[in-house]
């Protein structure tokens, strides 16, 4: 789950070029490699908004969720475990 500054990373390459002047956001092929693995990769919605960003200009491959807290309870109730980063 991405959320906050770490929404940047999933932008789709126009939407990269307009806010990094960067033509290709180097992210991408990561976040390609990531998913092949089987590691399930989204962002939050409500921070993309914060950040003055629209679900539009995230990459394609990339879902955008409703809301990144939902998320977290949802994949807890699943079994999995919160690991907050420093």
């Known amino acids: 789950m991405c959320y906050g500054e ?4 999933v932008l789709s390459d126009p939407a ?3 806010c ?3 033509a290709v956001n180097p992210n991408l092929p990561l976040i ?5 693995a089987g590691v399930e990769v989204c962002v939050c919605g409500p921070s993309l908004h914060d ?3 629209k679900a539009e200009e995230v990459a394609e491959e990339v ?3 409703d ?3 939902l998320v977290l309870v949802n994949k ?7 690991i907050p980063a420093p």
């Open 63 to 65: 879902p955008v969720a």
């Open 76 to 82: 807890q109730t699943d079994g999995y475990a919160s």
């Open 51 to 53: 950040l003055g960003f």
């Open 32 to 36: 390609l490699d990531l998913k092949k």
């Open 6 to 9: 770490a929404d940047k990373a």
């Open 20 to 22: 990094f002047k960067v």
């Open 16 to 18: 990269y070029l307009a």
């Open 67 to 69: 809301s990144a807290m």
